[in-house]
């Protein structure tokens, strides 16, 4: 009977000194709760246009502004950006063209007459969907976007194409834009990320009535890629 008790005890012990290292266990997860709902990112932007088949739109270049993220719930979020695009855009003239060689080209009777500065403000809002939830992997947040927004002519020049008559002469305007990409955040801290964006942005030109005849049209929607490096704040 003794003896039975001292090897329950023993085996009790055994179980007992089994069961501190196994409490001790800690397995590490690659998620990470995300406690922060909002951010302000400050963010650099080049901006690859499509001209358009005359050449009209803004030449490509880089943009800068400041971005905004709100949580709604789980993984969806609204996005906000605003920009300033400082950019230049050829200005178009038309010149005398025979009949067969419109009909082989008819972009033939438009050429550069020269160039003018212009300025491009972009406000944009945006539906954003983490795919990881509220919550990173291995310290990332990817990311899906969509939406739309208002890119604006806020100045121009307007030397190169001051002798145009109206009917010859294209002007950027405020046109509504569409975009749709992902990217994603990269946690440094709980509070810093560094965020990559990569975005198809669409707007639409106008032509001028000079230039349009059989196949150009009265308007043309283009494609603009818009790669973006940001800092953003999470709080």
Do not use: C
Not at 192 to 200: N, S, Y
Not at 205 to 233: C, K, M, T, Y
């Amino acid at each position: 009977m003794r003896s039975t008790l001292l090897s329950g005890m023993f085996v009790l012990l055994a179980i007992a000194a089994g069961a501190g290292p196994a409490q001790a266990q800690h397995i590490t997860s690659p998620y990470l709760y995300i406690e922060q709902n909002q951010a302000l990112t400050a963010q650099a932007t080049y901006i690859a246009t499509n001209r358009g088949m005359l050449n009209l739109g803004p030449e490509s270049g880089m943009a800068y502004g400041l971005g905004y993220t709100i949580r709604l719930g789980g993984p969806f979020n609204l996005d906000f950006n605003a920009s300033f695009f400082p950019t230049r855009r050829a200005v178009m003239d038309t010149i005398p063209a025979d009949s067969i060689t419109l009909a082989d080209n008819p972009l033939a009777s438009v050429t550069k007459i020269g160039e003018d500065k212009l300025g491009i403000a972009l406000l944009t809002a945006a539906l954003r969907f983490d795919v990881t939830g509220p919550r990173t992997y291995h310290g990332l947040l990817p990311f899906v976007v969509f939406g739309g927004g208002l890119a604006r002519q806020v100045y121009e020049t307007g030397i190169a194409d001051i002798h145009l008559v109206s009917a010859r002469r294209y002007h950027f305007g405020g046109l509504f834009v569409g975009q749709i990409g992902g990217g994603t955040d990269w946690f440094l801290s709980r509070h810093i990320t560094a965020r990559l964006d990569v975005r198809d942005m669409f707007w639409r030109i106008r032509i001028p009535s000079a230039f349009q005849r059989d196949p150009i049209p009265s308007r043309e929607w283009v494609q603009n890629l818009h790669a973006s490096l940001g800092l953003s704040f999470r709080f």
